[in-house]
């Protein structure tokens, strides 16, 4: 009987999002994006055939900590340069858009096991804060990043 002896670990993984001065360990969590390929059929005398249609590429998902050595508006900032309801616009998304990459790591907490590249990423959607009184709770700011592509390295 097979024996796993050293399982990967959720908690090892890094982040970076290009060029942003973000800690990558304020990430708490995250969710790496789902890739889609649409299934498209045809007919072939008297059955469906299937081929591989158009790839689409999921969000990610950023649990981050909040701390208290002074206001964290990166992703306020970030988000307000693609569209700003005060200004009523925006950036273009060339000036807008950036890379994240996410590391899977090994045991040791720096060989890197698997790599995600994700391109194209802009905030979509910040939530909005949950403050209670009544809480020892870190305070979190939850981040969905919209993803153009994906490349694993």
């Known amino acids: 009987?097979?024996?796993?002896?050293?399982?990967?670990?959720e908690f090892n993984f890094t982040i970076q999002i290009a060029p942003a001065p973000i800690n990558p360990f304020?990430?708490?969590?995250?969710?790496?994006?789902?890739?889609?390929?649409?299934?498209t059929?045809?007919?072939?005398?008297?059955?469906?055939?299937?081929?591989?249609?158009?790839?689409?590429f999921g969000n990610i998902n950023i649990s981050k900590i909040m701390t208290t050595?002074?206001?964290?508006?990166?992703m306020f900032d970030w988000a307000y340069s693609c569209q700003d309801a005060i200004i009523g616009g925006g950036l273009t998304p060339?000036?807008?858009?950036?890379?994240?990459?996410?590391s899977e790591l090994a045991e040791d907490g720096t060989s890197v096991l698997n790599t995600w590249v994700c391109i194209g990423c802009?905030?979509?959607?910040?939530n909005g804060?949950?403050?209670d009184r009544q809480s020892s709770d870190n305070t979190m700011e939850s981040i969905e990043l919209s993803v153009d592509k994906i490349e694993k390295l």
């Open 122 to 126: 802009w905030p979509t959607k910040i």
């Open 69 to 74: 050595s002074g206001a964290d508006n990166y």
């Open 26 to 39: 304020l990430a708490q969590k995250v969710e790496i994006p789902e890739i889609t390929i649409d299934q």
């Open 94 to 102: 060339s000036n807008y858009k950036r890379v994240v990459t996410i």
């Open 129 to 131: 804060m949950k403050l």
């Open 1 to 9: 009987m097979a024996q796993v002896s050293n399982p990967r670990k």
């Open 41 to 56: 059929e045809h007919g072939d005398t008297n059955h469906d055939i299937k081929t591989a249609g158009r790839v689409k």
